[in-house]
C-alpha cells in the first residue's frame, strides 16, 4: 500500500468520523429542538383550555344572572298585580261605605266581612313569587295589616250607620275613616316605592337568595 492509499484512507476516515459527529450532533439538536417545539405546544393547549373553560364558566354564570333576573322582573309584577288589587279592593270599600248606594254600600259590606288579614296578605299563587321578594318589601307587606285592621272597625262603623242618620258634610267617623284610607295607600306606595329600587339593583337581592 503506497503513501498515496495510507493518507486517502485517513482522509476517509476523518470524514466519516466528522460526518458521523456532525449527524448525531445533528440529531441531539433536533431532538432538543422538538421537545422543545413540543413544550410549547403544550403550553399553547393548556393556555387554549384553561381560557376555554373559563370562556365556558363565565357564560354559564351569565345565563343564570340573566335567568335568575327575569325570574326576579316576574316576581315583582306579581307583587304589582296584587298591590294593584289591594288598592283597588280599599277604594271601593272605602267609597261604597261613604256612598249612598245600596248596591255600593253592600258590596263593601261583603269586602270587609273577609278575614282582615286575607286581604293584605299575598295569596298562595304568589307564594313561588314571594323568595324574590326582598325582605324590606315582605316586611312593608306585614305592617299593612294593622292599619288595615283599624281601617276596617272604623268602616264597619261607618256602614251601621243609617243613610237618614247621615248629616250632610263629613263626620268625625268618616275623616279618620279617610286617614286610614290614606295611610294605606301611602304604605302601598311605599311598597311600590322598594319594588322598584329592588328592580333598579337585582344584585343584591339575588345575592341574599343565593
Known sequence: MTDHSVSLIANLITVFSAL?????????????GTAHHMELMDRHFEHSRQLFEN?????????????????LKSSYEVLGVWLHQVGQTLDE???????????????????VSARPWEVV?????AAA???????????????LQMPYARFISRIRQTL???????TPGPSDSE?????????LHSLIAGVKSQAREDILAPGSILDEHA
Open 129 to 143: 313569587a314571594e323568595f324574590y321578594w326582598s325582605p324590606a318589601v315582605l316586611r312593608m307587606i306585614r305592617e
Open 20 to 32: 458521523a459527529i456532525g449527524t448525531r450532533i445533528g440529531y441531539i439538536v433536533a431532538a432538543r
Open 55 to 71: 370562556q365556558q364558566k363565565q357564560q354559564r354564570e351569565t345565563d343564570l344572572y340573566l335567568r335568575s333576573r327575569d325570574d
Open 121 to 125: 296578605s299575598p295569596p298562595a299563587s
Open 160 to 166: 251601621k250607620q243609617a243613610t237618614s242618620e247621615r
Open 93 to 111: 270599600i272605602y267609597f261604597g261605605a261613604a256612598s249612598d248606594n245600596e248596591p255600593m254600600r253592600e258590596k263593601a259590606a261583603t269586602l
Open 175 to 183: 275623616e279618620v275613616v279617610w286617614r286610614h284610607w290614606q295611610e
